[in-house]
């Protein structure tokens, strides 16, 4: 009921930025948390970021915590991962998520979302 579309990303030097986008879309959707995760070759999938429902709160992985920002434009239905000071282990497929439904709190495990985008590859090269 939901769809999730990730645009942007793709290859970028180390120390370098890259904004990737979330548009999301269906009859069943409103306005709720929202997720990135990404996983890399040989790895789970992990969590990197949310934001709650109106853009008040965020929570961060400790890996990305001052490079990575999180945002959202409830007007057009979508998040944003504004991705800074890029390194190498950045370097992973990214992953937009939301949860079937709002939730009092932000939810930070691959369990708690339903509904994922195609995911986008981030290259970061050394």
């Known amino acids: 009921q939901v769809q999730l579309v990730e645009s942007g990303g793709g290859l970028v030097q180390a120390g370098g930025s890259l904004r990737l986008s979330c548009a999301a879309s269906?009859?069943?959707?409103?306005?709720?948390?929202m997720g990135w995760f990404r996983r890399a070759p040989g790895k789970e999938r992990e969590f990197i970021t949310a934001?709650?429902?109106?853009?008040?709160?965020?929570t961060y992985a400790d890996s990305v915590k001052g490079r990575f920002t999180i945002s959202r434009d409830n007007a057009e239905n979508t998040v944003y991962l504004q991705m800074n000071s890029l390194k190498p282990e950045d370097t992973a497929v990214y992953y937009c998520?939301?949860?079937?439904?709002?939730?009092?709190?932000?939810?930070?495990?691959?369990?708690?979302?339903?509904?994922w985008g195609q995911g986008i590859q981030v290259t970061v090269s050394s």
């Open positions: 934001i709650n429902w109106d853009g008040t709160s965020t």
């Open positions: 269906g009859r069943t959707f409103s306005p709720r948390s």
């Open positions: 998520a939301a949860p079937e439904r709002a939730r009092p709190t932000i939810r930070t495990t691959v369990y708690d979302y339903q509904y």
